[in-house]
């Protein structure tokens, strides 16, 4: 039997602190690199997207690198490559964040940058058509162009659920892509970019007192507003298997994917935390249920992965969310077969319970992943942003290789027992290029 | 409300190397081992000089490595690393054969281990090569309905002609015809710890990881084979490529420039005058194509090296109803870098960029990992990050004007266009000579 290793886990020191205009503010010193991480989340993503406006939330990330109070459009770009780092911004379910990384003398100038859009992005209408252009280039690339382009993110969502901030394109349509205005972007940002809707955070090579000092002096004048009420998005389970199947002309090979709700990841993080588990004890490797059954076994299929989060971000995500299982298949394959088979294995792992050792395996496994993301500054910056933003628990970081550690065989069998057919969404691509 | 001011920049520290050791063991194996004690891990890198490997079987072969050994099957492999919180996958690039995982610190031991064991004693058990064939096969199916993977074949093959860097995935039938017995020749064959590097980065004792290593690693032994693969013929500049992907939304344009080894005087110079013009998002061809005129998501621009040869390599996708003028502004911006001199702010922005990177590529286990294997494999070592910082802080503008000169002219460039050859032909010939070839 496979020896196994005691859990280890992080001790980042972490300091929370609120502005007096309600911005709250995550700091995480560690000394070991000369670097630095910021990170500001925005309580606002695609689940908040009026209708008519699929795609603004993502829309909007954009304005928000093209210029603002006291920076002309490129600015941005330029001061953070030009201090030698780098930056991005993504667009979630139910965030949206901004962040950088650079060399730690770079530090003032990032919560300078930070600042100044948190006062106000430049909305104009060039800078409105520019970006609405690029993100068209982005679902080309990322959608049209692509063999499988969108799946499951995009496919499934609409399939599982039934009212629009669950189900919608969070990429959008170009129609409403192209209908929006200046004015909707104003009020987004009224709206949803205050910065008592927002959370900062520091990770890396400080001193905790003199990056207080710098973020007192450069947010500390951001005017007060409050963060909006943020509405429910819960819906009811389903009540009867879901299907759907769509033509991907540009695909070679099928390919299927399958979702089930799962416990609401914040109000009942105990009876959630079983089912990141149990997505990685049917698909981590080549020792996990599913890939042992399916790809290597029958050879049904040719790749199977799993997770928690339409975007893979199970710790970052609200209710509703689901534990999802795809799986792209050879040539001919079949996608009711593969569904019969992963049906199978549920069961199985419900009415015969873990092999010896094969809990443990898995979860040490996941800590390793847990650990190496927290080792880069903005794998702690990022999710601890989250983390306080929604759980006002950014030391949850530290805290997960234990809590998973401590998940029990049980609990894990007792996950699996309700991934019943009944409850499951399942979309199928065709694929429609000549083989 | 008064206008705010920028803060300065404190300025750097001066660069500090991590702790590390290094021994060429006596079957001719190097070890590397770096100490980054930040997270309870260990990143392990391995890389195998495989040049000249028949490309199919090369393939095949690494997606199979780990598939069995005389006493353990595949499951075992995975559940005996996993139960050390590790992870092993191989993979293949035209030099080299490249295996990368990691693990829980305590681990690394048992890691090294489960490595001998798939190195030395491999079994490419006949089912699980079938399936891995299977699988394979599938994959470059679906990488072949990838513009991008449609685009860089295009790209290579007018890059390289007949040299072996022309075609580095192989064909599906090239991979069904594989045989387990040809996987077990070529393993026994090429599969050699003479001249082969392994490193090793985390929370360590650097000599007492590398005593682990060779404790695990000694074992494996072999002559080396000589993989040499001839210097890479210079580009020749011709008319443009246009591959047909009827259909396509988007066409994928792609350019290959001349570029210099890592060592060469040439090196730092160029790599900024690649960073002025297109290698980085506040850089003049992005600023253009994207923030000015709104043509595409994500162009960007890399040196690529390899060990025979490096280029200089364009990519954007662009829509296709702006293909012509994508190229026109492509054609622009290479022309102002080679004949006019940068600004000086522009250059100092682009210095501080690439210094700042380097820093920020060590800062994490495995960005260190990456770097000291990728340098390793061409004889380099990490004060290498020194060396070239120091050449970077000491390029010119003068230098710098010059060698974009004589390398990123736009008479010099291999320029190919994936995409609907019925709609982008006309406004390509326009700018170039067309020449059209299926996809």
Redesign the interface.
């Known amino acids: 039997m ?7 886990a ?1 001790k980042y020191p972490i300091e929370r602190l609120t502005l007096d205009n309600g911005l709250r503010v995550v700091l995480a010193p ?1 000394r ?4 630095v991480g910021v990170a500001v989340v925005y309580d606002v993503g695609i689940r908040s997207e009026p209708q008519g406006r699929t795609g603004f939330a993502h829309l909007f990330e954009h304005l928000m690198f093209q210029g603002s ?2 920076l002309e ?2 600015a941005h ?3 953070v ?7 991005n911004g993504s667009t979630h379910l139910d965030y949206t964040d901004y962040f950088e ?9 990032a ?2 940058l930070e600042a ?1 859009r948190m006062r106000g992005p430049r909305l104009t209408e060039e800078n409105l ?10 679902i ?2 990322n959608v ?5 382009g969108g799946f499951p993110w995009l496919k499934l969502p609409p399939v599982m659920f039934s009212t629009f901030p669950n189900e919608h394109d969070g990429y959008g349509s170009f129609e409403d892509l192209e209908s929006a205005t200046v004015a909707d972007a104003q009020e987004f940002f009224q709206r949803y970019y205050a910065c008592g809707n927002a959370v900062l955070s520091v990770a890396g090579d400080f001193d905790v007192a003199k990056a207080t000092a ?1 973020i007192e002096r450069h947010f500390g004048d951001v005017p007060a507003r409050p963060a909006p009420p943020r509405p429910d998005f819960d819906e009811p389970d389903l009540s009867g298997e879901r299907r759907e199947a769509y033509t991907d ?5 099928p390919a299927v994917a399958s979702g089930w709700r799962v416990p609401d990841p914040i109000g009942d993080f105990a009876a959630y935390l079983p089912y990141v588990v149990l997505a990685e004890v049917l698909t ?5 249920r599913l890939v ?1 059954r399916l ?2 076994r029958d ?1 049904t299929a ?2 199977v992965g799993g997770y928690i989060g339409f975007m893979g971000d199970e710790y970052q995500v609200r209710n509703p969310t689901a534990m999802l299982l795809q799986a ?1 298949l ?2 001919g394959g079949d996608a009711d077969k593969v569904l019969r088979t992963v049906d199978e294995e549920l069961d199985r792992l419900a009415s015969e319970g873990l092999r010896p ?1 094969e809990l ?3 979860q ?2 996941m ?2 992943h847990l ?2 993301d ?4 903005l794998g702690r910056a990022l999710p601890m942003a989250v983390l306080e933003q929604q759980r006002g628990r950014p030391e949850l970081l530290n805290e997960l290789p234990r809590l998973v550690g401590q998940v029990t065989e049980a609990q894990v069998v007792a996950a699996a027992a309700t991934l019943r057919p009944e409850r499951r969404a399942t979309v199928e691509v065709v694929p429609g ?1 000549a083989q | ?1 008064s ?11 001066q660069l ?1 190397l991590p702790r590390q050791a290094e021994r060429t063991l006596d079957n001719g194996l190097t070890v590397i081992a770096i100490r ?6 260990v990143e392990v890198r391995l890389r195998v000089p495989f040049g000249r490997a028949p490309l199919a079987r090369a393939t095949l072969l690494s997606q199979a490595l ?1 598939t069995g050994t005389g006493t353990m099957s ?14 092993l996958a191989a993979g293949l690039d035209p030099d080299r054969l490249l295996v990368t995982g ?6 690394l031991e ?1 890691t090294l281990e489960i490595l001998a064991g798939v190195l030395t004693d491999p079994a490419y058990p006949a089912e ?1 090569v079938a ?1 891995e064939r ?2 394979l096969v ?2 470059i ?2 990488a ?4 991008a993977h449609l685009a860089r074949t295009a790209l290579l093959k007018r890059m390289y002609g007949r040299h072996p860097y022309a075609v580095q995935t192989p064909e599906p039938e090239q991979v069904r015809g594989v045989r387990p017995a040809q996987l077990r020749a070529l393993h026994a064959d090429r599969v050699r710890p003479d001249g082969a590097t392994l490193v090793l980065v985390g929370d360590l004792n650097p000599e007492k990881a590398i005593d682990a290593a060779e404790k695990a690693l000694g074992g494996w032994i072999g002559p080396g084979r000589d993989g040499t693969i001839a210097a890479v013929p210079p580009l020749e500049p011709g008319p443009l490529l246009l591959a047909d992907r009827p ?4 066409s994928s344009l792609r350019m290959a420039l001349p570029a210099v080894p890592r060592t060469h005087p040439d090196s730092a110079p160029l790599q900024l005058a690649n960073l002025v013009f297109g290698g ?3 850089s003049r061809w992005v ?1 253009n194509i ?9 162009p960007h621009t890399s040196i690529e090296h390899f060990v025979a040869g490096s280029a200089l390599i364009v990519a954007a ?3 296709t109803e702006v293909t012509g003028p994508a190229l026109l502004e492509t054609l622009y911006e290479l022309g102002r870098i080679a004949s006019l001199p940068p600004g000086e702010e522009e250059l ?2 682009a210095r ?2 690439a ?3 380097l ?2 590529g ?6 260190l990992a990456g770097l000291a294997s990728m340098y390793a494999s061409f004889g380099l070592r990490l004060d290498y990050l020194r060396e070239h910082s120091a050449a970077l802080a000491a390029a010119t503008r003068e230098q710098v004007a010059e060698v974009a000169s004589r390398y990123l002219a736009p008479s010099l460039a291999v320029t190919v266009v994936l995409g609907d050859a019925d709609k982008v032909a006309a406004p390509l010939a326009a700018l170039t000579p067309v020449e059209r070839s299926d996809a």
């Open positions: 496979a020896r196994t290793l005691k859990i280890p992080t560690d070991s690199a000369p670097v109070e006291n459009k490129l770009f330029r001061h490559q030009g201090a030698g780092g780098s930056f990384v650079l060399p730690a003398g770079a530090l003032e100038r919560l300078f100044d058509r520019n970006q609405v252009d690029v993100v068209k280039e982005e080309r690339v049209l162009n692509r063999p499988y710098m002309r540009l695909a070679p090979l981590d490797g080549d020792a996990s042992e790809v290597q050879r040719t790749n792209h050879p040539p050792g443990a395996r898995t040490a496994r800590a390793t650990l190496r927290t080792d880069a500054v290029a | 409300m206008a705010k001011t920028l803060p300065d920049l404190m300025p750097d520290a500090k980054r004690a930040a997270v309870p891990l780990f595949s499951v075992e492999i995975a559940a005996e690393l996993q139960a050390v919180g590790g992870g990691n693990a829980l610190a305590g681990g048992r699980e399936t299977e699988r599938d994959h199916q679906v072949q309905s990838q513009p259909g396509s939304v988007q980085y998002f506040s600023e994207r923030e000015d005129k709104g043509y595409t998501y994500g996708e662009v829509a100092e922005q501080r960029y210094l700042g990177t820093r920020l060590m800062s994490t286990q495995a960005g």
